[in-house]
């Protein structure tokens, strides 16, 4: 019993990202795009839906570069990885502003170039305080 009351306040304060804690879901991806509420925090276009899901994280998240914007794959990933990056060291305080909640989410990267990162984890920044703001509304 002990360890697992460890094991859950671990749980909330490691900056991992988890497999369990990523998007995979068809049936997820077709009912957020269906249901999901939208808004926009440039360089990023976020699709969040309150959700039920299996796990023991309260959200699951997607990140998205438009293969038509950019033609290499290796631009894509590293907009993806900055994007990914930022939610993982910004995820602690998410998860404690959500609660018992479940939220799907996917993080769409709509700008024209290439921006530095301090601009994306501003911008990812912005985008979970709006989540958890109107999740909890």
Known sequence: MKNEAAGESQLKTRFTLKK????CSKKQFDKLFAEGNTFLVYPLKVVFTETEFDGS??????????????KRAVKRNLIKRRMREAYRLNK???????KQKKVAVIFIYIGK???EYQRVDKAMKTALDKIAT????
Not at 92 to 98: N, Q, W
Request: aromatic share 16%; hydrophobic share 45%.
């Open 20 to 23: 369990e804690e990523r998007l």
């Open 57 to 70: 994280y309260p959200a699951k998240a997607a990140f998205a570069a438009s293969k038509r914007l950019f």
């Open 92 to 98: 602690p305080g998410f998860y404690s502003r959500i």
């Open 113 to 115: 170039g290439i921006v």
């Open 134 to 137: 109107k999740i909890q509304a």
